[in-house]
């Protein structure tokens, strides 16, 4: 596999961590299904589940435990194909800054004699008891004016 798709997959968070477990026949023998793609290995998983084989032959065919199978199956039946990326892990935005913390940030921003972001999150902890870095803090009013 060539490493420019290597890289496309994981840009688009795709990229399979285990593609050596994956010992489903299709990935073996044809160039077409690439174990190293974890949407396209998803999707076969849920496809070659009948009622026919368990869903522990299944996973272990597709390098997956059964309670990612099930997670995995769930998704798909209520989102589609779309559901089966894996979703960025972490805090998906500020948690420390609240509107309040950030009207009050603003409204110090606005007087005639601003203070420095780095100054105004010392303020915020001496106010709000909450600690910011200053870099947060500046791309959340950057984000807010723009």
Do not use: W
């Amino acid at each position: 596999m060539s490493s420019d798709k290597s890289e496309r997959l994981q840009r688009s968070r795709t990229l399979n961590p285990n593609p050596e477990a994956v010992s489903d026949p299709l990935f073996e023998c044809s160039p077409f299904f690439d174990p190293r793609d974890l949407l396209q290995v998803r999707y076969e998983m849920i496809r070659s589940h009948t009622k026919d084989t368990t869903l522990a032959a299944v996973a272990a065919r597709y390098g997956m435990s059964v309670p990612t199978c099930v997670r995995v199956k769930r998704a798909f039946r209520a989102g589609g194909l779309q559901a089966l990326i894996p979703e960025r892990r972490g805090p998906r935005g500020p948690r420390k800054i609240t509107p309040e913390i950030l009207e009050f940030a603003e409204n110090c921003r606005a007087l005639p004699d601003a203070v420095s972001v780095r100054k105004l999150a010392e303020m915020i902890r001496e106010r709000f008891d909450v600690t910011i870095h200053y870099s947060s803090l500046h791309r959340a009013l950057s984000k807010k004016n723009s």
